[in-house]
Structure formats: C-alpha cells, structure tokens
C-alpha cells in the first residue's frame, strides 16, 4: 500500500554505537528518500536524502542505504552522540505532489 | 533569515468553534503543504498546494479548509474543530516538491479541542 513501515519504533544505545533504522515500502515508483531529524520540541529537519539512481549515500557520521529490489532502505548513524537523541522520520515520494511519512523512530543515545 | 511562521503557536479551544492557523513562508516557495503529526503515526498529510489558487487534497483532509490566495501566505482553517483535531500541526514550504525537493518547516502549532 501507500504507508512506508519504520522500525524500530524506539531504539536506545551506548554513546559511541551505532545505531540502524529501516524502513521498507511497497510502490516501486517511488524514487526520492529523505530522512528527517526532530529534536525534542522542534520541527523536522532533513539531514539526509537519496535518489534511486544511488545505492548508497554518506554525510559524516550518517550514511543512508537503499535497496530498490528488496524495496527497503535505512539510516546508519555511527559514533553516536546525546546530541543525535531525537525521533527519525524517514519518507519516500508518492508521486508527483507527496512525501509519505514512516511513523517515526525515537533514538535515545545515553553517555 | 529564511523561515516558515505558524500562528498560534499553541492554542486551546472548544468543540464548533471554528479557527485558523496562518502560515507564512518567505522562500517564495511554490509548494506549501499541512502535516498533522501524531503518536506513532507519523506526518501525516492535510491539504498541500502546488501554487496560488492550486490546492489539493493529503491523506487525511476531512474536517480542514485550506486557500492559497498569495504565494507566501497558506492558512489552515478547521471550520467546526472537534477532539479528534488536537494534534500537533506542521505547515512546509518547498521550492517545488516533484518527487525531490527539502521541505522547511514551521515550528509547528498544538491544537487542544475540548
């Protein structure tokens, strides 16, 4: 169907792991993957995005992976930090005018 | 400094009485969208407009009214808002959506219909 599922819905790790969040869909027309960021309190934020052209796509500690057979895609964060604390929306394009939403995954990294 | 402004940011009413949520972007950004956010639903979508007098339908528009009279400026309007309204409410910009494009959002306002 349309809705694009996230998991873990929560997720907690020691400062300095890493920490992975999937999300798989379903409609193989969809060719635009952003991950957004919300900091307790604040609005979403983009930190990363891929397009369908590209398997793999990197920006510091963060890195998004996608697999457009097994239609899943995912979020690596590595040397995690209090600071990447925060609830992770990933989405993907559904059709011309849309982003479709996952249901968000709340990542609390403890010192 | 390039934002997108909601007002009010917080606001709590009573079941019929009807309000409005501004928003105002100044990116001159083509495409505005509503999102209302809810535990473990996610964002959800309301109404989006691709330019002024272009509205459409999200996911989830009963109850909702949106207009695009100028380019900068897409208000929200819940005519008789009941509780299944409250919710957390994010309006978006973006320079022009198709299928790529970083959407901006607003600081979000919290609706609580009693």
């Known amino acids: 169907g349309e809705n694009v599922e996230q998991h873990p819905s929560t997720l907690s790790v020691q400062e300095g792991d890493s920490a992975v969040i999937k999300c798989t869909y379903s409609?193989?027309?969809?060719?635009?993957f952003p991950w957004y960021k919300q900091e307790l309190g604040k609005r979403p934020q983009l930190i990363i995005d891929?397009?369908?052209?590209?398997g793999e796509k990197k920006d510091q500690r963060i890195a998004v992976t996608l697999n457009k057979t097994a239609k899943h895609f995912s979020l690596h964060i590595t040397e995690t930090q209090p600071e990447d604390s925060a609830v992770y929306f990933c989405?993907?394009?559904?059709?011309?005018?849309?982003?479709?939403f996952g249901a968000g995954t709340r990542l609390a990294v403890h010192p | 400094e390039a934002q997108v402004t909601q007002n009010p940011r917080y606001l709590i009413t009573v079941t019929g009485k009807k309000l409005t949520v501004t928003c105002s972007q100044n990116?001159?950004?083509?495409?505005m969208s509503w999102y209302r956010q809810d535990p473990g639903l996610g964002l959800r979508q309301i109404y989006y407009s691709m330019n002024v007098e272009v509205t459409d339908k999200g996911d989830v528009p009963e109850g909702y009214k949106v207009s695009r009279k100028e380019k900068r400026n897409f208000p929200l309007i819940l005519e008789s808002p009941s509780p299944n309204q409250t919710s957390l409410y994010f309006c978006a910009s973006s320079l022009l959506l198709r299928d790529t494009g970083e959407l901006f959002f607003g600081e979000g306002s919290r609706l609580t219909v009693l």
């Open positions: 989405a993907r394009s559904g059709g011309y005018n849309k982003l479709i």
């Open positions: 409609d193989s027309a969809s060719n635009y």
């Open positions: 891929i397009r369908s052209n590209v």
């Open positions: 990116m001159n950004h083509e495409y």
